[in-house]
């Protein structure tokens, strides 16, 4: 192990997922710093698996094997909380309870335990998506962009090894997208982030950029 | 080797004891007092007690018991007032949701429904005493046409059917099922269903029992087995409601139990083992007419009976649910007025004034069963909470659910009559010298707190956005840290229910309570059915009103703690 070179960006090596005998996933790729990785399936093709995968939270009935190694950490050895594989869904996922700025906060590594630290990063983070002075609002009163604005601000200062996109831009209106797509695409630049996106939208591809891995709803083999 | 980070290896090693745990008891709360309950029972039975000098096995109090005069009517009565009241239970709860599912009529009558739920069975038997007694408001309101200047010499409520009673658990059983149902609904596809059946020309009712009602009656099946046996072995409400002579046969248990003369307990334990038996029967009677019925709904649905007009149907089931709902609701206005009245005559309609009088006398006899009352519930229900949230985090680590078999062990302290079981721990509780009363009467509660509180939980944990989990460990939060930070105060509101339902649950409680208190621990449920055989309306009132109060207080807190925790967030809000 020690021995190994030690590769920067994100290493899939022979990743396979299987529900029973149908194979939805058979993928080996490298994902650099800043880069991003496409995935490409029609709903139901099983995409959204190789995210879970990843995150460590696959459904026990799928089986899967494989490594995913990011700077020479296996992530398939830790667990799903010290992965720090940073994800965004669909849906925003605001926690309800919880202030804007505390729905930041609640992410700030565990490291850092001043509450006033925490709470000058999280406002820090939500002024760099252009929320300065949101942090006491409540969730439920931001419009669909701002929301996912939070949530992107939320998974950035989590300070994520890679970032996990699970089809974030489809619910949002068309004019909305093309924002959030280029100001997620530069964040994670701007982090150096290895990016993995799910998507079923060819406009996601291209306005992403990278290498396209596409699977359909019957075989998941490899292109 | 797993790398884990030290904190989240704590957190989450601390929630999957905790949740391993939480199975083990509760799978241990719901068989072994079951068990070992069924086994002091069945012993003492046979003729083994030693304590009370019983050694020798065999059927002699069997043949004591069948010889005791009037034992088969008592058989008979405990039998029919059980199969009707879930008969009719059953057939309201279904024809209603058949007219009503999905309408606005269904939705308005369910906030009426919804807190029947709560009111204790002796307080709702009460109500309708006063309501339906020859002296009673009914009467009064009928006297000035009837031409009556003192109350008719009639038979009720201890009518010697056990009409009244049945009337009065058919009260308390409809909002049961009906809630109980309505949580099975989502699982049916109501909306296309109907649509589909109106176009094929089915009336609504006919419709929804040939489409729908199958499907809610396999999940609602378990809590229809639970009505039947509750209501074949019923105490209070047949205390208060029930025939005298002969009582129904749980009566006429709870009189030999409590029989200074000890050795008639093997009587008792002989007398419970038969309840078993006549409960069992009851059960195997409602299997064969479940299939019955359902071959019949099968040929009709067959010959394409469509039913279109069914007017009259739906009005007679609204008007059902209606008079439960107001039957209810004006026994709890008379204990009401009853509490607090001077001289009221007959046949008056109102008393001729108020006094506080009653209740100040009560309540300088009030404080300890009160006390009693509120620590046994809040303390079974936060054990049967904890345990509950234990055995769903457990589901949600194992992403497996229990299936029906686990349904089954829920709902088994619930099947088993009562009076079976709990006689023989009280026995147990004896034999073993144990006198931590107090002790003994939480956890028996709790056998039966657990399963409603489960009940009451599951569905909304099970419906949690699971994605939430996976976010919180994305962003690096251990299991602890994330429940404690965000499924546990996202469904705060779901747990105070679940609180208010068991802490209802532990203050209707009579049975259990007598057996295991033995006439030494009292709540506000058992002096208020002691007071029964008094006949003082106006203490009556007092307990009845006191035993409703608790349970609407709590289930008030648990709807505005939660609105005032998180006013200012509104998605906390309903």
């Not at chain 2, 309540?363 to 055995?391: H, K, N, Y």
């Not at chain 2, 939430?468 to 229910?497: E, H, K, Q």
Request: net charge positive.
């Amino acid at each position: 192990m020690t021995n190994d070179i030690i590769v920067a960006g994100l290493v899939l090596a022979g990743i396979e997922i299987w529900l029973g005998d149908h194979r939805l996933i058979a993928l080996s790729a490298e994902v650099q710093p800043s880069r991003v990785l496409t995935v490409m399936g029609p709903s139901g093709s099983g995409k959204s698996t190789l995210l879970a995968f990843i995150g460590g939270f696959l459904d026990p009935v799928f089986k899967a094997r494989g490594d995913v190694t990011i700077e020479g950490v296996n992530l398939t050895d830790l667990a799903p909380e010290s992965r720090r594989a940073g994800i965004l869904f669909q849906d925003p996922l605001l926690f309800p309870h919880m202030s804007v700025g505390a729905n930041v906060a609640f992410a700030v590594p565990a490291t850092i335990s001043r509450r006033s630290e925490r709470v000058r990063i999280a406002a820090h983070a939500l002024a760099e998506v252009e929320l300065d002075d949101f942090a006491a609002r409540d969730p439920a009163t931001l419009s669909g962009g701002q929301k996912a604005r939070v949530a992107l601000a939320r998974v950035l200062v989590s300070q994520p090894r890679l970032l996990l996109l699970d089809e974030p831009f489809s619910k949002l209106d068309m004019a909305l997208r093309q924002q959030m797509r280029s100001l997620v695409f530069t964040k994670a630049q701007d982090a150096g982030l290895p990016v993995i996106l799910v998507t079923h939208d060819e406009a996601d591809a291209q306005s992403a950029g990278g290498e396209i891995y596409r699977m359909d709803a019957v075989s998941g083999q490899e292109p | 080797m797993r790398k884990w980070g030290l904190s989240s290896f704590i957190g989450s090693r601390v929630v999957a004891v905790y949740a391993r745990s939480a199975i083990v008891l509760t799978v241990a709360l719901l068989t072994l007092p079951l068990s070992f309950g069924l086994l002091g029972t069945l012993l003492p039975a046979l003729g083994y007690l030693p304590a009370l000098g019983g050694h020798d096995i065999g059927l002699e109090h069997f043949g004591r018991l069948l010889a005791m005069p009037g034992i088969w009517a008592s058989v008979w009565l405990s039998l029919a007032s059980g199969l009707s009241t879930t008969a009719i239970s059953v057939a309201v709860t279904a024809l209603f949701l058949a007219a009503f599912a999905g309408t606005s009529v269904l939705r308005r009558l369910q906030h009426w429904l919804s807190p029947l739920l709560a009111i204790p069975h002796a307080a709702a038997a009460f109500g309708l005493a006063l309501l339906i007694a020859p002296s009673g408001y009914l009467i009064r309101l009928a006297a000035p046409f009837a031409g009556l200047d003192r109350p008719p010499d009639l038979l009720i409520p201890h009518d010697p059917f056990g009409i009244t009673m049945t009337a009065a658990l058919v009260l308390k059983e409809i909002p049961f099922l009906f809630l109980v149902s309505l949580a099975a609904l989502p699982q049916v596809e109501l909306v296309a269903s109907r649509r589909l059946a109106a176009s094929l020309g089915y009336g609504p009712v006919a419709g929804f029992l040939y489409l729908l009602w199958p499907g809610i009656y396999r999940q609602i099946r378990f809590a229809v087995y639970a009505v039947l046996a509750y209501s074949s072995s019923v105490v209070d409400v047949a205390l208060i409601l029930g025939p005298n002579l002969p009582g129904t046969l749980a009566t006429r248990l709870l009189q030999w139990m409590n029989d200074p003369d000890l050795s008639t307990r093997f009587l008792a334990s002989a007398g419970a083992i038969l309840q078993l038996g006549v409960t069992a029967t009851a059960l195997v009677l409602w299997y064969f007419a479940e299939r019955v019925c359902g071959r019949a709904l099968t040929a009709l649905r067959d010959r394409g009976h469509r039913f279109p007009g069914d007017r009259s149907v739906k009005i007679a089931a609204a008007s059902a649910v209606i008079v439960a709902i107001a039957t209810v609701f004006s026994g709890l206005a008379l204990l009401l007025v009853w509490s607090f009245a001077g001289l009221w005559t007959f046949p008056d309609l109102l008393p001729k004034g108020l006094t506080l009088r009653t209740w100040q006398a009560a309540l300088s006899q009030l404080a300890m069963p009160l006390i009693t009352t509120l620590s046994a519930g809040v303390i079974s229900t936060l054990i049967a909470v904890f345990l509950t949230i234990g055995c769903l985090e457990r589901e949600t680590e194992t992403g497996k659910r229990g299936g029906q078999s686990a349904l089954l062990l829920l709902y088994l302290p619930l099947i088993t009559p009562q009076i079976t079981f709990v006689f023989g721990l009280q026995i147990l509780f004896i034999g073993s010298g144990s006198l931590d009363r107090f002790a003994a009467l939480v956890l028996v509660h709790l056998v039966f707190v657990l399963p409603y509180v489960f009940l009451s939980l599951s569905d909304a944990w099970r419906q949690f956005d699971i994605r939430y989990d996976v976010l919180a460990a994305a962003l690096g939060r251990s299991r602890l840290s994330a429940l404690l930070a965000v499924r546990l105060p996202m469904l705060t509101r779901a747990i105070f229910t679940a609180f208010a339902v068991g802490f209802a649950v532990s203050v209707g409680q009579y049975l259990p309570t007598v057996l295991i208190g033995e006439g030494r621990i009292q709540t506000i449920t058992t002096e208020a059915v002691a007071l029964a055989s008094g006949g003082n309306r106006r203490v009556i009132g007092v307990y009845g009103l006191l035993q409703t109060l608790l349970p609407f207080i709590v289930f008030a807190v648990a709807s505005i703690v939660p609105a005032l925790l998180y006013r200012n967030r509104r998605a906390m809000q309903v």
